[in-house]
C-alpha cells in the first residue's frame, strides 16, 4: 500500500495524474498544488473529522478548539466520561455526540481497532469503520485519506469534490458520487492524490471569486 507521507510521494501522484489526464495537468500547472495534509490517526484523529462535519472550517476549528481545553487528553474513555451536556457544551450536535459515544465504544469493545487499522487493505478498513452507528462513507473515506494516508481512497461523496470537477471538467452539474467515482477510476493508484489536486483546485478557485471556502 502506497501511503503519502511525504512531498515526493504526493510529487510522484502529480506527475502520474498529469500524465493519464489533461484536466488534471492543466489545474495542477496552473497552481492546484495541494500541501501535505495529515492528522495524527487514532481516536482524536476521528473525532476531529466527525467534528467537522458539515461545518465551515472556522466553526470547526472553535468547536476543536474548545474540545482540546475540555479534554487534557481525548480518549475513548474519557470520552465516555463526559456527559451528553458536557459534549454538547462544547458545540457538538446530538447526532456528533451519539457517533462519538458509539465511536468510543467501538474502539473499547475492539470492534474498531484503530492502533491496527493502518494494517488492514482500505476495503477491510472502511468496513469496519462503517460497522460503528453514524460512521458512514464520508467519514471513513477521510480518515483514511488524511489520518492514515492511503493513496488511493476517493471521498466521492464529498461536496467541495463533486463542485471542483464540475468547474474543472465543464460540466453542466455537479456529478453524483456514483459518477465522480466513475471519473475516478482513471486516476488508480492515485485517486487520493487526485481528490487532494481537486480539493486545492477548490480552493483556489472560491478564493479567487471571492466566496466563502467550507471546510
Known amino acids: 500500500m502506497v501511503v503519502i ?29 495541494p500541501a501535505l495534509r495529515r492528522r ?3 481516536f482524536a484523529g476521528l473525532c476531529w473529522i466527525v467534528t467537522g462535519q458539515q461545518l465551515s472550517t472556522a466553526s470547526a476549528n472553535a468547536i476543536w478548539n474548545r474540545i482540546e481545553v475540555f479534554f487534557e487528553t481525548l480518549t475513548p ?12 457544551s462544547l458545540g457538538l450536535s446530538e447526532a456528533k455526540v451519539r457517533t462519538l459515544r458509539a465511536a468510543a465504544e467501538a ?8 492502533d491496527i487499522l493502518n494494517q488492514k ?10 460497522a460503528v452507528k453514524g460512521i458512514g462513507p464520508w467519514t471513513a473515506d477521510i480518515y483514511l485519506t488524511f489520518c492514515l494516508g492511503h493513496a488511493d481512497i476517493f471521498p466521492a461523496a464529498d461536496l467541495a469534490l463533486q463542485e ?11 456529478p453524483s458520487a456514483k459518477s465522480i467515482g466513475v ?18 483546485y477548490y480552493r483556489q478557485v472560491k478564493s479567487r471569486d471571492g466566496a466563502p471556502v467550507t471546510g
Open 77 to 88: 474513555s474519557a470520552l465516555l466520561a463526559a456527559s451528553v451536556e458536557d459534549l454538547r
Open 183 to 200: 471519473l475516478a477510476e482513471q486516476w488508480q493508484p492515485w485517486r487520493g492524490v487526485a481528490a487532494r489536486v481537486l480539493w486545492a
Open 107 to 114: 474502539v473499547l469493545s475492539e470492534g474498531l481497532p484503530l
Open 40 to 42: 495524527e490517526p487514532g
Open 121 to 130: 487493505s482500505a476495503l477491510e478498513a472502511h468496513a469496519l469503520m462503517t
Open 164 to 174: 471542483a470537477a464540475k468547474l474543472a471538467y465543464g460540466l453542466d452539474q455537479r
Open 5 to 33: 507521507d511525504s512531498e515526493t510521494v504526493l510529487q510522484a501522484g502529480m506527475s502520474a495524474l498529469s500524465d493519464c489526464d489533461p484536466v488534471m495537468s492543466r489545474i495542477i500547472a496552473a497552481g492546484a498544488i
